[in-house]
């Protein structure tokens, strides 16, 4: 069970324990502390009474003597607070607190159980996709304490730097306290390494434990540990959690430590899930340059994130689900606020240090964050927060610098993370320690990896940059963009509008060479590369005006209220026929795809045309371009075969005209679940399948990607999808259509090429699912082309947990 | 090969047959006729020459001579006529008619081979789904001469009536012709039994055969003969085709002499596919009362048909396709015209007899015809006809009765047919011999199906007339109906408006009562029978304003073109920001189905309230009320879990507090390829499976029934699919995602029922499929009950043919 869900419960105190003590001497106000924070835990967690009041009661009391620390407060109030509390418990609950140790104990371990199932578990284990069968532990252990004075404390340390992941430990220390205090980020901790002041021989001891656990867990540890009079007493270690950052440059240095191999470190310490975080932006040092922050707090999280201001979970939730980039401010968070931090681009509390909540779950989450920026006074309820003079109101926009803790007004322009800006060959980048530690592992994975990884890439420039990330071919080159541009439009409006094949054909003529031209910036690109053209495929009205938009003119000038030369007129009349005539009820299930190519003869054939010549002028010039032409949205094999009968041919033409050597694939995608379940019968006219898992799904599911929007949410939250389907291949469904056309297509024709271009091939859980199909490549966008790369290394090694550690 | 491909060539003439032959003599005449038809039907069938080249010449010759008749020529006529034939032959082919016999006999050979392969051939066995790989055959045979004089003739017999089925003789003679002028229809034939009078002998004879045929094929035949110089020569005989009404009247009468048993009447001799023409509408008596028809001719095939008249079969199929009726109006119909024959309502011709083109192909397809109108006269080239004074033109509408033979102008009203009249309990038609056919066929299937026969209806009144035409129970109730009408749609859209839940309750407290009413009623009519409801299933969008209109409309009020209040102009904005919201890119993939029941919280439990409700009130009285609730569009098992969680309880308590033993089943559509993937999982929670082929088939092939009208034309035509999916079950995709669900289903929940609700239910070929997979009921529109009822008696009975003779 990862750390963020284990509950701590103090139980053995009652009113026995503290029997006669007066409220004056450090050890009564000791005694009375500790069974203070007993009955509020207790009362909170076990007796469910909202932990807001006993907050309330304790500020009341702290506000009335004027101190801000519990440790102000003297045994008198704590007394009192005692009674307060346990008057709480009794009116929210019918039941006094319970004197009875065992009962307690029982109490105590039946609601560790019973949080296994509250809504924050579910919500951390469904983000997680850990299983809802394995149950939790409950660890009964006698205490020490940590707030028996001076020369009493507690801390968290971690062996290294689980931010930047720099070798020398990192945490807090906070004197007199008990370990929730450090965690609830209330009082302001001190960093680790002054206990070399504070407590020098429990630092010396401490130090040496922690070379002593690396050694042991030949991994960085996290120890929560408490000094009780002078003596240090460790109360758990685990692995620690740590950066997306931090786990390459730890992963790198224990290489070179001799801790552990580069198989290792390949398989079990980098997370592909998290890699992508790596490429996170940060704010462009001009744009800061001499700028002073709004605030400044603690880096809690690196990356640079720009949102408007939320001043809730819920409010997070709701706005992220409506399409809003958001930055959730609070001043501290609580595990009830874990759904609203996940929906958010960035966090920003004005309290709690770097592990608490909010830092430690924005760290594991790879949300940018910054923690304890105490120059801000939140007001939640009125949803602004104040920094001096200056109020910042829900929905402004702020941005904040999670690496280096500072929060500015608007919207800051960003700019590439260093490991980006080292694969596209920045010289200083490269040297970055990060840079080495991702080079070598993902050197030793190219050899390990049995699916190569393309982009899908449209342009030249995107196939350069997808070049540079690591693609090895283009898996999808959409060619809609071809038919875009005024000068295109205009054109590709003559056909539509064409009312003869030779007026199409005109319009045809004037496409081709601008296509061809595209053609050859693509192919020169990705030299060496495949690169798999997907001929048109959106629906004819997309190249047409808003449908809406032109009956609302065409009736407003009719009607006289706007004004329009007549033949103007006549013209928009003549779109709006056209648009409707073309209107669909569901275009995503309309006349797209290859039924385009085959109700408009000499369309696909212009394509490829353009395609074939391209790749012969190159190949002219001793390059090796290698096109893969891919026809969309097929359902039946007829629908490929007398396509392919017709182009094929216009290929051949060309490549035999032009007396060069060039091979020319020709294949499908598999979108839709007709064309997965005839997959046999469709391979035998196709050099390659590609399985479009974004269309596959809408159509598996019955699920309009642009229309879920309105119930998925609730979807994924009540658990009525195993998790998003269009972020993870549904295995149960999509998943086993692609089984049966990988199957069928294989058996068929056993040199058929598989590969996968939807949004899944960028996603470490579907690149694992397409390994274990054996698939030939996943292509997916530039930008995930390392996650993609490292998450189909990691599956022939069998790493555990792809998505989060 | 069914009888309407085959081509009779005649071959072995040529010049020395005419040699010296002087155009003069009876024998002369005959021969040069001979030598011309030879010329004529080599030229057009085997050479490719257009045929009409050759009829205008023979037009010319008749125009020239005065004539009508091509008896009426004299041999000079015909000897140049046939000099004209052969340079036609030699102008547009660049080779001379060949005089070599035995090329003359292979090259006709070959091109009936060739007939196999040209779109007509390709046309019918599409329309009649006979495979492409069976191919033709060739019958060479000595020539006998019906064209030898006024001694000699050809004709065309059937043993009984192949329009009514009446068991007494029936054709058409015609003297001193060959067997193409009487199927061709160019000249009048005279009714068969005039060959008393004409060929005393012959008939004599041919009665005797006929006799003999139809003891021995135990069927009615159809023989063409011809008579040379008064002897009677058979030249071919098979089953003879017949209308859907003769099968059954037939097929009872042979039961009934003893020639056949009541289970090869079921099993062979009716067609379910056909059957539903029975129930087609003829013009209503009243209507046509007195009135005296626009034109009278032949009633070549039975039943009404209005629709608006067209020229040409192109235009009859392009009309068809954009959704309009049409009547098809020609002079004749040839081969060619056959798609657009098969694309009309009716057809009209005003020449040809019974066994004209025209007639044979509207029998055999079911389409009401009436022939040989010969008062009308044809323009097809200006798209009009005229009789008399009135002008008929391209659009307009007409009714014919193709059971009367007549032709009216306009729309007349149609009334049932005898045989749905018989089943509504209509005592006069319940004594018709087609009645009393149906009647001992029916119960006879009725013994041997396997297979239960629902219907689909929403009403009572629907669920009567279902239960009158033989169904057993309901498979598809839908309720959307139950959310319109005036009174309705106001609380409808106070729900869609409703801000609070409290709201929300209030308009479905409001539909409550009206929708239990609406229950009441349907199972009452059901009482016995089993009902499935199909909760809300549309997008809330729906029960708006359509958004088009919308945003003219308030665009123009606001731009001051248009006058309204500016309260209402408030109301109109809220609406449309709405209708704005509820907007979906791809409604049938959206907010719909099983997700609305999520979304709304208490939609389906007031559905399941009404529905549970109102057959305890029935129970209470006595009857039989069987509700099963279906949950549509499931994707996911955990939908239908946590809806079942939601509503069994309602169904529970109902039941509970009324002291009445119910059960209630629930149950799910299986309509997305996702929920046939996963059956298994999802019948752990589910009582029953109804297919929902219609959306399966959407999603499946990602076509869009509403928007496929633009290729899906196309797409039959290129064969590009195997039919059209939406009429027969496609096998190889949609049917294997049933078969899936089936195995997994059954093997899940052994218990679980089976249906199928789609328009499929009612097609036999999609009928028998069911029947193989297992199902224990399919469920249909009411007219087609029926059909579905024999077709589930044929798939047991093993029936080779049940789409069409």
Redesign the interface.
Known sequence: MPGMMDTVLNVGLNDDSVEGLAAQTASERFAWDSYRRLVQMFGKTVMGVDGDLFEEALDKTKEHKNVHNDVDLDAADLKRLVSTFRSIIKKKTGRPFPQDPTEQLHLAIEAVFRSWDNKRAQDYRRHNKISDSLGTAVNVQAMVFGNKGADSGTGVAFTRDPSSGENKPYGDYLENAQGEDVVAGIRNTVPLHEMGRLQPQAWTELQQHMDKLEKRFKDMCDIEFTVEQGKLWLLQTRIGKRTAIAEWVIAKDMVDEGLITVKTAGQDRVTAGKLDELFKPSVKAEEIKGKEPLARGLNASPGAAVGRVVFSADDASAWADRGEKVILARRETNPDDYHGMIASQGILTSAGGTNSHAAVVARGEGIPAVCGADAIRMDTKNKHFTVGETVVAEGDWITIDGTQGTVYKGQLATEPSPIDAAMMGNKKARKAKLWQAYEEIDAFMERKRKMRVRANADTPEQARNARARGAEGIGLCRTEHMFMGEERVAEVRKMIFASTAEAEREAYKALLPLQRRDFVGIFKAMDGFPVTVRLLDPPLHEFLPN??DL??EV??VE????KMGKKKLAERKQVLAKVRDLH????????RGV?LG??KPGLYAMQVQAIVEAAVQLKKKGLDPRPEIMIP?V??A??LR?MREELEPVARRIIKRSGVKLSVEFGTMI????AA??AG?IAEHADFFSFGTN?LS???????R???G??LA??EE?????SNPFATI?E???G??MQIAVQEGRAAEPKIHLGICGEHGGDPDSVLFCHGLGLDYVSCSPFRVPTARLAAGQAVLGTAQTSSK
Do not use: W
Request: with cysteine; proline share 5%; hydrophobic share 45%.
């Open positions: 449908h809406v009956e609302v009736a407003l009607a006289g209220a706007k669909e009820a569901n275009p995503m299930l309309g006349l039924r085959i109700i949205l359902a039946t007829e629908e007398q979108e839709l679940p007709r379940l005839c019968e269309d809408q159509t598996a599911f019955g699920f309009s642009d229309d879920i309105k119930f609730l979807y009540r658990k009525l999808v195993p549904d149960a469904g999509v086993r259509l």
